[in-house]
């Protein structure tokens, strides 16, 4: 499956952004999506996931819980991160990711977007 994310910018520390990740080539509703983020010199974090089976009750990792919110669209191929009241530790590339499960780690996602830049300002 082909993953393609976007929405990312640069937005005020408080700021919203929603970003997208559109979804091809294979059976979307097959897959788990997950969202992951990598800042400038840190390793890889778990954001948030959303199973096959759910369009909105998702998993989230604490630093964003209440604030991000996972949603899919199975009719668009489509997944969305809602993320409010961001904060400048916020700021990293975003990636969207596809597996069989949904999981806190990224090695059990089998297919990754390129990624897009939230740039949290204080």
């Known amino acids: 499956v082909q993953l393609q994310a976007s929405g990312g910018g640069l937005v005020q520390a408080g700021g919203s952004l929603r970003l997208s990740c559109a979804a091809s080539?294979?059976?979307?509703?097959?897959?788990?999506m997950g969202w992951f983020r990598q800042a400038p010199g840190k390793e890889r974090e778990f954001v948030a996931a959303v199973s096959r089976w759910s369009s909105t009750i998702g998993t989230y990792a604490d630093s964003v819980k209440g604030r991000f919110t996972i949603s899919r669209d199975s009719a668009k191929n489509m997944v969305y991160l809602q993320m409010n009241s961001l904060k400048p530790e916020d700021t990293a590339l975003y990636y969207c990711?596809?597996?069989?499960?949904?999981?806190?780690?990224?090695?059990?996602?089998?297919?990754w977007g390129q990624g897009t830049q939230v740039t949290v300002s204080s």
């Open positions: 080539g294979r059976t979307f509703s097959d897959y788990a």
């Open positions: 990711a596809a597996g069989a499960f949904t999981s806190r780690s990224g090695s059990q996602y089998d297919y």
